[in-house]
């Protein structure tokens, strides 16, 4: 699924999401997904590691499983 359908906002939105949760990600690693909420691959959280996280349409957390 091409990444240009996640919106700057959206990613904006990821990005301070992920700051309250102390990780962050690659802009170029989040993808939307079939049930409108976003994938994010590769997310580097401050002393925990590495993970992928699911969140849904409200950027919910909804999945993360460690890398």
Request: proline residues 1%; hydrophobic residues 35%.
């Amino acid at each position: 699924m091409a990444d240009d359908m996640v919106s700057d906002e959206a990613k904006e939105k990821i990005a301070a999401k992920l700051t309250e949760m102390r990780c962050e990600v690659d802009p170029d690693d989040i993808e939307m997904t079939d049930e409108g909420g976003y994938d994010l691959d590769d997310v580097i959280c401050e002393g925990t590691g590495q993970f992928d996280i699911e969140l849904d349409a409200e950027f919910n957390e909804v999945n993360r499983r460690a890398e």
